[in-house]
């Protein structure tokens, strides 16, 4: 089982009351195979942490007429889209499950 404030410890110091905050604002999820956690257009509103499992980032070249892979994700990272999460626009990429995988959501 992930220790969640051994988890946070990693990042900084943080208060009882700021890993309960974390606590409640988190979700495990499982993902089949290709499952997508955030599609290229949507606008993202999370942050996910890899429990197990990988990922890709890709997005589709229409001149191409394929998708390219720009990022791989494994194990005990952290995937997010950030300039969609951070602006709130659209994704230019979609990040999809390469096995089957478990996550922690993290929403605001």
Request: hydrophobic residues 40%.
């Amino acid at each position: 089982m992930l220790n969640y404030p051994t988890m946070l410890a990693e990042f900084a110091d943080f208060s009882d009351d700021e890993i309960q905050l974390f606590n409640k604002n988190i979700f495990k999820r499982y993902l089949d195979k290709n499952a997508v956690l955030c599609k290229e257009g949507d606008v993202s509103k999370s942050i996910f942490f890899i429990v197990k499992g990988s990922f890709y980032q890709s997005y589709y070249n229409p001149i191409r007429e394929e998708h390219i892979i720009t990022d791989l994700h494994l194990e005990n990272e952290w995937v997010v889209n950030p300039e969609s999460l951070v602006n709130q626009k659209p994704a230019k990429t979609t990040i999809k499950a390469f096995e089957s995988s478990e996550v922690i959501e993290l929403t605001p």
